[in-house]
């Protein structure tokens, strides 16, 4: 469904140029349900709005389903946001209107894009748990409540994939494990592709596979281990099964054999521009050129020593 190789997004303003994406590559299967981690200032919002056409990439090759965002005419990019992405943001008074009811919140792109289909608009809210609130206007519903209509709208125009970004990030526990529920029907039921940006590492550890980005590169990717076995140990989900469905590591190697090592690594290592690589078959070992040096000395130290001890008992034997 998507696919990144080198995606490379870069911001001018005025005289400074920011890299937010340095040939960041990302592939994401149809119909998965996936979640990007990051620290802030890591480029995932100018991943996901470059995914969602908000953004124009600068260079590298961006895919989703049949589009080439890289490629795409500015017609052909309207036609992409209206019918094949659907967007959630934290702060959702992007895509809300105080005046309207709920209902008529989720008509209103329909109506925009020619469209009205009033049946499956009671159907979304319906299914975001608001079918009892459709008639009430924005106002009136609380902060959670608002999001769901949100996700309601982001589902309107039927789209292949889903971004969202930060989804929970206004929202209490329970409000976000609401919303997770409703990403899973509609990622099972409707076969949508879901991608969520999130800090929220319990958010992040229900889903199957979680890639990290780090200074705009896809760093690390964590794949839950048997994800079904974990959660149903023991007939039942427990949240500390969840939270032990123990997502495996994996640093991301690109097609040309580049990984990046966590700073902190490299801080306590003391490595800065070169290390050394050894590869004994088995394992691959990254040593710092200092590491090296100081072993260096030691082995030679080690060698003097020796070479004193060995006259030392010349000596002695001479003496006798
Ligand atoms: N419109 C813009 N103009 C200039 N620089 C930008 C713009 N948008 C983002 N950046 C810069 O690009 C880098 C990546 O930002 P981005 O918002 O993608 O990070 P993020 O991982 O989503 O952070 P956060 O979690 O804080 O939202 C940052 O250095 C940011 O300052």
Redesign the pocket.
């Known amino acids: 469904m998507i696919h990144c190789e080198g995606l490379v ?1 870069i ?3 005025d005289d ?1 140029e ?1 890299v ?2 340095q040939g960041l590559n990302l592939t994401v299967e149809q119909g998965e349900l996936m979640a990007i981690i ?12 470059t995914l969602g056409g908000l ?1 124009r990439p600068s260079a590298g090759q961006v895919k989703v389903g049949k589009w080439d965002l890289l490629k795409m005419t500015d017609e052909q990019l309207v036609e992409y946001k209206r019918d094949t992405v659907g967007f959630i943001w934290q702060n959702n008074a992007r895509n809300l209107l105080p005046y309207l009811t709920a209902l008529e919140n989720v008509e209103m792109p329909m109506m925009l894009s020619g469209k009205l289909d009033r049946a499956y608009a009671k159907q979304l809210l319906e299914w975001v748990g608001l079918g009892h609130r459709m008639n009430n206007k924005l106002h009136q519903l609380s902060g959670g409540e608002q999001q769901r209509v949100a996700i309601a709208i982001s589902l309107s125009n039927k789209p292949q994939l889903l971004l969202a ?2 989804p929970t990030g206004s929202v209490d526990t329970a409000t976000s494990d609401m919303i997770m529920n409703i990403f899973r029907k509609m990622n099972k039921e409707l076969g949508v592709t879901i991608v969520i ?1 999130t ?1 929220d590492m319990e958010l992040a550890s229900q889903v199957d596979r979680v890639v990290a ?1 780090r200074d ?1 590169l896809t760093s690390t990717e964590f794949v839950k281990h048997n994800p079904d076995l974990a959660a149903h140990r023991d007939g039942f989900v427990s949240f500390a099964s969840r939270d032990q469905a123990a997502h495996v590591a994996y640093v991301v190697v690109d097609r040309v054999g580049r990984l990046q090592v966590p700073k902190e690594y490299l801080k306590a290592m003391n490595i800065k521009d070169k290390v050394l690589m050894e590869f004994d078959g088995e394992k691959i070992t990254i040593t710092s050129p200092q590491s090296l040096a100081k072993a260096e000395a030691a082995e030679e130290e080690q060698k003097q020593e020796a070479a004193v001890e060995e006259v030392k008992e010349a000596v002695e034997a001479e003496k006798h």
């Open positions: 997004k911001y001018k303003t400074l920011v937010a994406l990051g620290n802030s200032g890591s480029g995932k919002s100018t991943l996901l709005n953004d970004d930060e940006v800090h980005i705009g």
